[in-house]
């Protein structure tokens, strides 16, 4: 199955990425997965391929080209010791605001594409990346017209990049999967974030599964095959419903 590698021209350097398609037909509607903190490794790129075999071309942009070369990562062997010693360094180079800037660039490519169904895009991120998803959307909101976060973390803090100030700016439909007892999206944060979305009339919907942080991972040590097959059943009837019937 098809996946091409390509290089993104950013303002602040060249972003190494992935196109993923289905193996026959096109155009397809496109979408732009934002990766979790473990950067690009099989598993990720496996997971591209999955929606592109729904039906999608996937732009899966590597988020730490400002870092430089790394890995890829083995999850398993990042999480058995100190992770943030590995991967902050990585993290510290982009954010949500970053990579909001990232994806005017992000696209711009897809807009060069003649496989490329619609003007329409949809976002999916997850853990790190379901931040990016969300302020992508409210930062381009005529293009960006649904995103899903699953298990993203710090969705609404008193950052002054935390997803929920661009909330008003949304015109996307969007889908949070929270997870069970993530100390990284407690209660009382989802309560601000979902308090947000009602009050700027965003449609949206959340649900929490029981599962842990990273669920959806297939390299993670804490991954649930059950709640990833629901979570791709969400995700897929969502992007079914609102990205598909061109422009």
């Given at each position: ?160 990049t935390s997803p929920h100030l661009l909330v008003p700016k949304l015109r ?49 040590p804490v991954y649930d095959p059950d709640a990833a097959k629901r979570g ?5 009837a969502l992007f079914g419903r609102t990205l598909h019937g061109g422009d």
């Amino acid at each position: 199955m098809p996946n091409e590698y390509v290089t993104i021209r950013t303002r602040d350097g060249d972003c190494a990425s992935h196109v993923m398609t289905p193996a026959s037909g096109g155009p397809w509607p496109a979408v732009i997965f934002y990766m979790d903190a473990g950067g690009i490794r099989p598993a990720m790129l496996d997971m591209a391929q999955q929606l592109a075999d729904a039906g999608y071309l996937v732009l899966l942009p590597d988020l730490f080209y400002r870092y430089g070369p790394y890995g890829p990562f083995v999850p398993k062997e990042v999480f058995a010791g100190d992770f943030r010693v590995i991967l902050g360094p990585l993290m510290a180079t982009t954010g949500n605001d970053k990579a909001a800037q990232d994806t005017e660039a992000f696209l711009a490519y897809l807009d060069t594409r003649d496989d490329v169904a619609s003007s329409k895009v949809g976002a999916v991120g997850f853990c790190m990346g379901g931040g990016m998803a969300l302020v992508s959307a409210g930062t381009y909101p005529h293009r960006l017209t649904v995103a899903a976060s699953f298990h993203g973390g710090n969705l609404a803090t008193d950052a002054p990049t935390s997803p929920h100030l661009l909330v008003p700016k949304l015109r996307a439909e969007i889908y949070i999967a929270a997870a069970e007892n993530d100390g990284s999206y407690p209660p009382a944060m989802a309560e601000r974030l979902e308090r947000s979305l009602t009050q700027a009339g965003v449609r949206y919907e959340t649900q929490t599964y029981p599962a842990a942080h990273g669920w959806m991972m297939q390299d993670f040590p804490v991954y649930d095959p059950d709640a990833a097959k629901r979570g791709w059943g969400e995700l897929l009837a969502l992007f079914g419903r609102t990205l598909h019937g061109g422009d």
